[in-house]
């Protein structure tokens, strides 16, 4: 039967494509109100927010954000609260992934892998964890296997990855008893859209146990799992992988 999250509201970060899209879809059929932050996919977050709005009236909206600019992040929050009155759940889904070789590394791009996956979801956190703490909320922060098993030519964005690991750890010490703090941990479900050839993602694809890719239904039953069936799970790292985390 489906989980029932009506009267709920969901903040989800870079929520208008890929797997961000599909959490959303899945919570607000699940009853939840969503708010669907992005950055520059506008047709796209417009879009969706039609969808859900054509589905059930006045359940959806979308806001605009560049969440390396920290001073905008409670503004999200605020935001979600005008429109629906309450927040249950923060998603920190938002994510930059591309390749830093060492020898190559520039500043730049540290603060572009730490800010959108380690330094937002803290901030943002922070924003909502008011709101959370008086509704029992729950924050999902959509992390990485190879925050465990660092990717090869990608130390700057495995290390932002770890730290999320931590902070979701950290913040379900910090926020309890009132709010729990999860995390999922994809492997390979969508890959990148660019530098992916159709040899590298088999390969990757043959070190899964189950010898298969996964979907992003996957991350968005997983998501549902913690929003609507676990509500003594807190500080878990919940690896979406088909295996490939414990397969050498």
Not at 111 to 139: K, M
């Amino acid at each position: 039967m489906p989980k029932d999250l009506h009267g709920k509201t969901v903040l989800i970060t870079g929520g208008a494509r890929r797997v961000g899209a599909v959490i959303a879809r899945r919570l607000h059929e699940a009853g939840a109100n969503l708010a669907i932050h992005y950055r520059s996919s506008a047709s796209e977050a417009q879009a969706l927010c039609a969808e859900l709005n054509s589905r059930r009236g006045d359940s959806a909206v979308t806001l605009q954000a560049d969440l390396l600019d920290t001073t905008l992040l409670p503004g999200l929050v605020n935001a979600t609260l005008t429109a629906f009155g309450s927040l249950d759940v923060l998603i920190n889904n938002a994510s930059s992934f591309y390749a830093t070789p060492v020898g190559e590394i520039t500043p730049a791009q540290w603060e572009d892998l730490v800010g959108t996956n380690l330094r937002a979801p803290l901030f943002l956190s922070q924003a909502a964890a008011p709101q959370l703490r008086e509704r029992q909320g729950l924050i999902i922060n959509i992390v990485d296997i190879h925050g465990q098993r660092p990717l090869k030519r990608f130390p700057v964005y495995s290390s932002a990855k770890a730290g999320l690991i931590m902070l979701t750890q950290s913040l379900a010490r910090e926020l309890a008893p009132t709010v729990r703090v999860n995390a999922i941990a994809p492997g390979p479900v969508l890959f990148p859209e660019e530098d992916m050839t159709p040899e590298i993602e088999a390969k990757i694809v043959e070190r899964t146990l189950l010898k298969r890719r996964g979907t992003p239904d996957d991350i968005a039953s997983a998501a549902l799992f913690f929003a609507a069936d676990a509500p003594y799970v807190t500080g878990q790292v919940l690896a979406v992988d088909g295996g490939r985390s414990i397969n050498a």
